[in-house]
């Protein structure tokens, strides 16, 4: 029943006006059965009626308004249309009394948000992104979660006492929620955690959009008695439907892409990645030749690849590429043939030492010929079989 009640209030946050509060509420009780009657009619009124009296009292409120609407000419409110009813025509119920409008709107903001941070609590990220799941699977769309914790959190408040971390949380609140997309649904998940939805996206693009954040954060400093700080963030993505097909597979992963992030370093981002890989990937040593896409001035780079798989390549280069930088590989994939040319996006940059990088890149196939596709895909499964025998 308090979930139910939650969605009944989510209705009335999403809602534009009373006309779209009721289809919205409306609609809830199409997916949901008749409790729902029973759970609208006790939110409005504090009314304990059992499902048929309470979807017969909805329906006629309902039409009531239509008519008090039509005499008037005017718009009524939907609370003023209870009140007028109860009072009006159902004198047999006692007891009754209307929700004061801005004791509504506490209600609402307290089952949904955060007290500290303002911010949506973990209930309503939870049943937004079952929504989110439902309408991705609909439109057979992508969406990737962002699980996100302050760097050495504890420390704050072990030193400086819980009102500065308090402090800490309410600044790095106020960044995300400056960083992010209106479209993205930000919650804190619980003491200095925060999860980001982020609806219509790819892995590769949650990324770049979660190195933003980190990156804008880490340059920002705090206050606390009289001294400035530099707060840093680590964070974990995980993405529909590529990694989990569930809401609450996809925040476990995401968590477990952040203590990855975590082990390397922290005030990094990390992607969820199997153990068990998706594609056959194997070691593959070759000079490569590297140049940004679309800059025809651009130099090109030199650095040899170290493993391929038809997902990606890892190569080592002398020089950082920026994540989420698109750019073109030339490779030789049988030695003495003509290069191929690899076509993707770069998503980890990690520093082996001194002019030595680890640079992975995810590849585009519909950037790219189908022959690469064709010639990798055949290189694997020689390579393959070789190593069977």
Known sequence: M?????????????????????????????????DTYQVIIQTLTSLDLE????????????????????????????????????????????????????????????????????????????????????????????????????????????????HAGDIVLKNVAHTISQEMRASDIISRFGGDEFVILMPNTYKTNALLLSERLRNTIKQKTITIKGTTHKITVSGGVASFPIDALKAENLINLADSALYRAKGAGKNSISLFKEDKRRFLRIDFNRPIKVKHLGFSRTRTLSGKSKNIAIGGILFENKEPISIGARVQVSISIIKDSDPLFLIGTIVRVEVLGPDNYDIGMTLSFKEMEKTAKDEISKFLIQQSEENIK
């Not at 999403?14 to 199409?30: R, V």
């Not at 009524?76 to 047999?92: G, K, R, W």
């Open 2 to 34: 308090g979930s139910l009640k939650e969605s009944v209030l989510n209705c009335s946050i999403n809602a534009q006006d009373d006309d779209n509060f009721i289809n919205e509420l409306n609609t809830l009780a199409q997916e949901k059965g008749e």
């Open 51 to 162: 499902p048929e009296e309470a979807k017969k009292c909805w329906f006629e409120i309902i039409a009531h308004r239509k008519n008090i609407s039509h005499i008037l000419k005017r718009k009524v409110s939907l609370l003023t249309t209870i009140s007028d009813y109860f009072n009006a025509f159902e004198t047999s119920l006692k007891n009754h009394k209307i929700v004061d409008i801005d004791v509504y709107e506490k209600a609402i903001k307290e089952s949904t948000h955060d007290n500290l941070t303002g911010l949506f609590n973990k209930s309503y990220l939870q049943e937004a992104l079952n929504q989110h799941i439902s309408l991705a699977k609909r439109h057979n769309t992508d969406l990737s979660v962002l699980f996100l914790d302050i760097d050495n959190f504890k420390e704050i408040n072990d030193t400086f006492g819980h």
